[in-house]
């Protein structure tokens, strides 16, 4: 297991974390790291069970973010055996680069239903469950191409993170009186098969590009969502996180 080195203020000893996407390269080392700071870790995806048979003490479930019916039923499991969810984090996603004058119907359909109603659908079901149990931290992945306009992405991937931002920030401000936190993390370009399928005909340079002279991996995102999910983080709600490499410097 990675990571065995945490701080005190980052263990998550006791907790349940539920992770969507859990099978991408971001979502497989949030598990990774959320298991090694101490959190019972629910793993989902469509379909990855194999992803997790070498990982102790991760269950797998698989999920379809589109689902609202299966939204219910998985956290009605969960909750039946853990008796609650301490911690969400959102990292289904896909990603097109289509421009807007070509983008079909269709593409701008799939790219929503799996990153905003993928981020809707658990969270209207576990925001209330972490009012009503007194807190609760729920970490989304966003895009710093919600700030900027796109990277190599398309403007239904760039919309759909958008909204993702404002959902979050919505259940920030409703949440706060509750005890339940919410945060975005914008990556920049990770080097993920997602961020590689995206950009394989035209291969963006880091160099050029990130001041701190190379693209993201998967352990950077990890990091910073353990900090948002962890005591460490707890004066911070509302939001965004920039993890980007110098990209954009707010």
Known sequence: MTNSRISAAARLDGQVALVTGAAGGIGREVVRTLAAAGATVIATDLDATDAFTEWPGIRFMPYDVTSRPRTDGLVTEICAEFGRIDILVLCAGTIANTPIADASDEEWESIWRVNVMGVVNPVRRIFPLMCGQGGGKIVALGSI????????????????????HGIIKWAAKAGAPKGVYANIIAPGPVETPMWQNVTERAPPSAHNSVPLGRFGQPEDIAQAVLFLASP???WITG????????????
Do not use: E, W
């Not at 939001?239 to 707010?250: A, F, K």
């Open 145 to 164: 191409a919600a700030k900027i306009g796109g990277v190599a992405s398309g403007p239904a991937y760039v919309a759909a993170k958008s909204a993702v």
């Open 232 to 234: 460490a983080s707890n």
């Open 239 to 250: 939001t965004t996180l920039d993890v980007n490499g110098g990209m954009l410097m707010d």
